[in-house]
C-alpha cells in the first residue's frame, strides 16, 4: 500500500486562539465500549486515498460542525507521530475555529473548554494524555 492509501489518525488541539492558546477543546467519546467516557482532542481516521489534513478538516466538520484552521503540527516521537494502543499513530495539529459553533453532532455526548492550567483535568485517551502533558511541557507548564 502506497503511504498515500495508509489509514491514519488525525487529531486537533482545537485553541482559542493559534498566536497565544489558552483555552483546549476537548471532547467526550461515546463509543466504543472500551473509550466511552473518556476525553479526546477530536479527530479520526482517514479515508482511503484522503490527505491527512483535509481527513482531519471534515472530521471536525461532521462531528462538530466547525470549520477551522489549520496550524502547525504537534510532533511526536514516532517520526512526528504519537504512539496509539492499535498499530495504527496519531498526527496532531494546532486549530482554531474560523466558522461554527462547536457542538457534540457525532462521536461525542460532550465537548468542554479546558482554561490554561487545567488542560490535564479531564480523563483523556492515554495516548492524546501523552501529548497534551507534552503540549503544556512545551509551553512552559501550566
Ligand atoms: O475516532 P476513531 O474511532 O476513528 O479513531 C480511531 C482510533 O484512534 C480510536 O479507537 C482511538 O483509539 C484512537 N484515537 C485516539 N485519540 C484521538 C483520536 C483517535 O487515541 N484523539
Known amino acids: 500500500m502506497s503511504p498515500k492509501h495508509q489509514t491514519c489518525v488525525v487529531a486537533a488541539a482545537i485553541v482559542d486562539r493559534l498566536d497565544r492558546p489558552a483555552r483546549l477543546l476537548a471532547a467526550r467519546r461515546t463509543a466504543p465500549p472500551a473509550l466511552a467516557g473518556q476525553w479526546e482532542l477530536p479527530g479520526g481516521k482517514t479515508e482511503p486515498g484522503e490527505a491527512p489534513a483535509d481527513a482531519l478538516l471534515r472530521e471536525l466538520r461532521e462531528e462538530l460542525g466547525v470549520r477551522v484552521r489549520l496550524g502547525a503540527q504537534i510532533t511526536g516521537p514516532l517520526d512526528g507521530h504519537w504512539p496509539l494502543a492499535s498499530a495504527l ?9 474560523v466558522d461554527g459553533e462547536p457542538m457534540p453532532l457525532q462521536d461525542h455526548d460532550q465537548i468542554r473548554w479546558l482554561e490554561a492550567g487545567r488542560w490535564l483535568d479531564v480523563a483523556w485517551i492515554p495516548a492524546d ?4 502533558s507534552e503540549m503544556v511541557r512545551r509551553a512552559g507548564g501550566p
Open 129 to 132: 494524555r501523552t501529548a497534551v
Open 89 to 97: 499513530t496519531l498526527r496532531l495539529w494546532w486549530a482554531e475555529i
